[in-house]
């Protein structure tokens, strides 16, 4: 059986279709592994050679990976959860009820997406504090620290702009709330409240606007810079490690 | 330097301008698409605000007042109101905290009027006793209609001692 399949890869290895897809031979070799690396649009952005050191637990926690998963995890229950709701009142809270009480496992991807937007805060935090505390914003890795606090700041705001969703009592009295806050802000702050509501008050015009925020903006936003975040990781020459960790050549 | 010397054209740039034409150029760019951007900008504030609203209307009838006993103030929940009546007469005051927003209760049994959020606290006339309200509730417009109905309209202040005779 193992052998059978074993072939059957070797075969499909040598088909024109596989060749076309992948532009090289197996990757036995240092050369044609980095070749295999660098020859793939989602692979090309890693380093072909790692330090073992920084790819160990202690080196990361992993909590920036897990921060992505979490991402990735929001991404996919939040696409699912967009196709039974609409974005005005006072529709929402019923599709949100809907979704909890009526929908074959919509409570179970209501409660991931919700559940999931938590912890995405708490570790984001658990991370920048990591780093933080690890000297990860020294240099050469300023930029990407910076890179970092931005994305903080998109989770905040995909956190906030998720909280008005559900149009509940929570929902509205916490944007209320939060964009007063806006509204204290010398000279500019009511116009900017003006404008980030559509409107005096939290009503649909609001509603729409942290909608789309939430759903297009602020994602793209974070994807595109969850992108340069990992790229710089692995140029600025892998995770930070401490030299007392590190090969000795530091 | 010689090849200045043998092309007129490169002569009379250098004497009479001191901005080369790559610069010329790119200068003219960006300064265009700095316009462009700046107009761009304008023109998406104006797009993000909106010009008609669909927002429950500001005026409003609180009805005869002789609902309103004297002595008495009464929280209107539809238009997050009190109308509070004295024996000097009527005024509306705003139930809208002026901290953040919250909606504020009246608390007959101490008087006052009480913010459920972060505790501030005034007295019936809007004044702030203790909280971190930065501002007094405000005191709306109420006026009495032909018919003889008060009408509040929550664009328009009055100053606190402005009070609807009874």
Partial sequence: ?250 | MSDTKQNPAAEITSETSVVSRRDFLSEITVGALGIAGLGGTALTYQYFSPNVLFEPATTFRAGNPDLYPVNSVTFLQDQQVYIVRTPAGFYAVSAVCTHLGCITQWKPEADIIACPCHGSKFQPDGKKIEGPAPRPLPHYSIILTADGELLVDKLQTLKFDQVLGA
């Fill in chain 1, 1 to 250: 059986m193992a052998t059978t399949i074993h072939t059957a890869l070797q075969n499909l290895r040598t088909t024109r279709v596989w060749k076309s897809i992948f532009r090289r031979g197996p990757a036995i070799t240092n050369r044609t592994r980095s070749v295999a690396v660098f020859g793939n649009l989602f692979l090309h952005w890693l380093p072909v050679k790692v330090r073992e050191k920084s790819l160990g637990f202690r080196a990361a926690y992993y909590l920036g990976s897990l921060s992505l998963l979490l991402f990735l995890l929001l991404v996919i229950t939040g696409v699912l959860l967009m196709f039974y709701y609409h974005p005005a009142a006072p529709k929402a809270y019923h599709d949100m009820k809907d979704l909890r009480f009526v929908v074959s496992n919509g409570v179970f991807l209501r409660n991931m997406h919700r559940i999931g937007a938590h912890l995405m805060v708490l570790l984001v935090f658990a991370h920048m504090f990591h780093v933080f505390y690890r000297g990860g914003y020294k240099p050469p890795h300023e930029f990407n620290w910076v890179v970092g606090v931005v994305l903080l700041l998109v989770t905040l705001f995909l956190s906030y702009t998720g909280y008005l969703l559900p149009w509940d009592q929570l929902a509205f009295w916490a944007v209320t709330v939060g964009t007063n806050i806006i509204s204290a802000m010398p000279i500019v702050g009511n116009k900017i409240r003006f404008v980030a509501l559509g409107g005096n008050i939290v009503g649909e015009n609001a509603l729409l606007r942290f909608y789309v925020l939430h759903v297009v903006i602020l994602p793209l936003l974070a994807f595109l810079l969850i992108g340069v975040h990992f790229w710089r990781v692995q140029k600025d020459g892998g995770l930070t490690v401490r030299p007392k960790d590190d090969d000795g050549k530091n």
